[in-house]
């Protein structure tokens, strides 16, 4: 069965600092992987996915993610983060009809 | 765009006594729903699987007698944790996916239950 790692489960940055999460899973093949957000009180909300074409995917409120098929990985980014931003993270993969989802990776942005 | 609505938000409850939680779709037919359980600092971990009219689908682990899932219609799916204890205590989350739809999956702003 697939699995999700996400290696960064605080992370504490600064307004107009860069951000990048990491998040890599267990093995290969055809893969559908997505990247959520869930900010304080909210619902969990999509914030970009990837299932074929162009590895470098765009999302909503200026966050990338790049997938690395060779390394499995398939890491978040945002040039320069906004106190909004501060939430929880998760990384996601598809196994069949399922999501399977990382641990989560706390975000604090600090005006 | 696609709407998840999951009551209550949150419920206290007494040990023995059993909870349900709804998840309904709006303005969209779910013909799969996913049920989540969430700790704190831990990843969502799926529970069950539940397409409309059939039974449930549990992953390893979990008590389908004690999660009771019911799928009766296209827009409405139910969690009843029966029997509750304080070990149950978490934050339930409920995902709906589209007839059709087969990578938008959309999330209810889930359900923290308290067993006291």
């Known amino acids: 069965a697939q699995s999700v790692s996400q290696h960064n489960h605080h992370v504490i940055l600064s307004e107009a600092a860069s951000l990048e999460l990491g998040c890599n899973y267990s093995y290969g093949g055809t893969v559908n992987l997505f990247w959520y957000v869930q900010y304080p009180g909210q619902h969990l909300q999509l914030l970009l996915k990837?299932?074929?074409?162009?590895?470098l995917v765009k999302g909503i409120k200026g966050f990338e993610a790049e997938f690395i098929k060779s390394k499995f990985s398939f890491n978040l980014r945002k040039p320069s983060v906004q106190w909004s931003d501060t939430a929880e993270y998760f990384c996601?993969?598809?196994?069949?009809?399922?999501?399977?989802f990382g641990t989560g990776t706390r975000l604090q942005v600090f005006p | 765009g696609a709407v998840v609505s999951q009551h209550p938000s949150w419920v206290i409850c007494k040990s023995g006594t059993s909870v349900k939680i709804e998840c309904r779709s709006l303005?969209?037919?779910?013909?799969?729903m996913f049920w989540y359980r969430q700790f704190p600092k831990k990843s969502l971990m799926l529970m069950a699987t539940?397409?409309?009219?059939?039974?449930?689908?549990?992953e390893q682990g979990v008590e389908k007698d004690k999660f009771l899932i019911n799928h009766a219609s296209l827009t409405l799916s139910t969690l009843t944790v029966t029997s509750a204890h304080p070990e149950d205590s978490s934050f339930y989350i409920c995902?709906?996916?589209?007839?059709?739809?087969?990578?938008?999956?959309?999330f209810g702003s889930g359900t923290r239950l308290t067993v006291v």
């Open positions: 990837y299932f074929s074409g162009d590895p």
């Open positions: 996601a993969v598809k196994e069949t009809d399922k999501l399977i």
């Open positions: 995902s709906a996916r589209e007839l059709g739809q087969g990578l938008v999956y959309t």
């Open positions: 303005d969209f037919q779910a013909t799969t």
């Open positions: 539940s397409n409309e009219g059939s039974k449930a689908t549990y």
